[in-house]
C-alpha cells in the first residue's frame, strides 16, 4: 500500500484538545533506507516540525523515541539480536538518538532513561513524574526511553508503544500520539487484503481486537497489537490515543492544525484514579491463575482475591510486587494488584482457606492474597 494514500483513506476529524502530550516515534520512521545503517531525518524532519510548532502554541509535550539500537549498531557495524548486544548497543547509541532529535530542533532535549523499577516503585513513579514535570516547566523536550543497558528481558517494560501508554500517565498527559508507517486501524491487514478498510475510530480494544492485530513489524519491536495494547492502557487512564502514519508530512501538518487522518482510540469516560493509573501500567512480575469463580468475583462483585480461588503461580516475586491475575485457560490478564505473599509462599496457600494460612507458613499478612484496594480490573473499573 503506497504511505501516501492514509490522507485519502482515513477521513479527517477533529483531535480532541489538549494541552500536554505524549508522542511516540517508532523504529520504522528513523532507520536508516536503503538498508543503510543508522537514523535518517528524511521523516523524523516532519515530526520534529510538528512538535516545534506545538511548543511554540506553548504546549507541552514528551517524546518517546525508538532508534537507540539502530543508532548503535551503525557505530560499530555490529550484527547479531542477543540480550548483551542489544543492551551494548542501546548503551552506544543513547547519546546518538538524543543528538539527533535535538540537531531537528531548537528547543533543548533532554535524555530520560526509564527502567522498569522505574514504574514499578511507588516512590520512583512519582520522582519520574517530578523531573518530567519540571523538565517541561523549563521548557525542554524530555526524550523518553527504556533503560535497555540495564534491562533484562523478564524486567523490562517490553516496547516503547506500551512504555509510550505508562509515560502518558506518568505524565498526567491529555492524548498519546502513535506515529507509524501505517496510518492507522485497518479491518484486516492492508498489505495482505484488498477489502481492508480503514477505521477511523475505534471502541473498545477488546482481547478479540488484539489477537487479530498482528505481529511486530520488520524493524521495530512492536506492531499494532503493542499500540492497541497502548492505546487500552491509556483509554482506562481517561487519555485518549491518536494513531497515524508519521511518513506522510501533510498528515503531520493537518495534526498540527489539529485535524487528524488515522485512527482515534476514545478515552473511557471516566479516568482511573492515579494510584489505579500505576496499578495498571507498571510492568508486572509474574502472574496468577485464578479459578472461575474467583474471576467472577472480582469481576462482578469488586472482592479481594483469595487463596482459595487461586490455581497455578507463574514466576518469582516477593511481598507487594506487582502481578496480572487470569483467568485459568486465558491468555489475557483481567487484573492487576499488589500481593500479600511471595510466590513461594502463594505456591504454599494456593486452594486453602485463608484462616488456614499461618497453620500452612507459620504468620500471616492476612486472609488475601491481593486486596482490593491493592486490585485494579484492566477494563478500567476500580475495585474502590
Not at 533506507?33 to 514528551?62: C, I, S, T, W, Y
Amino acid at each position: 500500500m503506497n504511505e501516501h494514500d492514509c490522507l485519502k483513506e482515513f477521513s479527517p476529524q477533529p483531535l480532541p484538545p489538549w494541552r500536554r502530550a505524549v508522542l511516540k516515534v517508532g523504529s520504522s520512521l528513523l532507520s536508516g533506507f536503503d538498508d543503510a545503517p543508522g537514523l535518517d531525518a528524511r521523516h523524523a524532519r516532519a515530526l520534529a516540525a510538528f512538535v516545534a510548532q506545538m511548543l511554540h502554541q506553548g504546549r507541552e509535550m514528551v517524546l518517546v523515541s525508538s532508534g537507540a539500537v539502530a543508532a548503535g549498531r551503525a557505530r560499530v557495524l555490529a550484527r547479531g539480536s542477543g540480550l548483551l548486544r542489544r543492551q551494548a548497543l542501546a548503551a552506544l547509541g543513547q547519546a546518538q538518538l538524543t543528538g539527533f532529535w535535538q540537531s531537528l530542533l531548537a528547543v533543548p532535549v533532554a535524555q530520560v532513561l526509564l527502567t522498569h523499577d522505574d514504574l514499578r516503585d511507588r516512590r520512583r513513579y512519582l520522582n519520574a513524574r517530578a523531573t518530567l514535570r519540571e523538565l517541561m516547566e523549563l521548557r525542554v523536550l524530555p526524550v523518553v526511553n527504556e533503560n535497555d543497558t540495564v534491562a533484562v528481558d523478564e524486567l523490562k517494560v517490553g516496547d516503547n508503544d506500551n512504555l509510550a501508554a505508562a509515560v502518558a500517565a506518568v505524565a498526567d498527559a491529555d492524548i498519546l500520539l502513535i506515529a507509524s508507517d501505517v496510518g492507522g486501524l485497518y479491518s484486516a491487514d492492508p498489505g495482505a487484503s484488498i477489502d481492508a478498510r480503514a477505521i477511523s475510530v475505534a471502541g473498545e480494544v477488546s482481547p478479540e481486537l488484539l489477537e487479530a492485530a498482528g505481529g511486530a513489524g520488520r524493524i521495530g519491536t512492536g506492531g499494532m497489537r503493542t499500540k492497541l495494547e497502548a492505546a487500552a492502557k491509556a483509554a482506562n487512564g481517561g487519555i485518549p490515543t491518536a494513531l497515524f502514519c508519521g511518513r506522510d508530512a501533510r498528515i503531520m501538518q493537518a495534526l498540527a492544525d489539529g485535524t487528524l487522518h488515522g485512527t482515534l482510540i476514545a478515552a473511557r469516560p471516566e479516568a482511573l484514579p492515579a494510584r489505579k493509573q500505576w496499578l495498571q501500567h507498571a510492568p508486572a512480575i509474574g502472574h496468577l491463575d485464578i479459578d472461575p469463580g474467583a474471576a467472577e468475583a472480582l469481576r462482578s462483585r469488586g472482592a479481594s482475591l483469595l487463596p482459595g480461588g487461586l490455581c497455578v503461580v507463574h514466576g518469582s516475586f516477593r511481598r507487594g510486587d506487582l502481578v496480572e491475575v487470569r483467568a485459568l485457560g486465558k491468555s489475557h490478564a483481567l487484573a492487576r494488584g499488589l500481593v500479600q505473599y511471595s510466590a513461594g509462599e502463594l505456591r504454599r496457600i494456593a486452594g486453602r482457606r485463608g484462616r488456614e494460612i499461618e497453620s500452612i507458613l507459620g504468620f500471616h499478612f492476612g486472609e488475601v492474597v491481593i486486596h482490593r484496594d491493592d486490585l485494579v480490573l484492566l477494563d478500567g473499573r476500580s475495585l474502590t
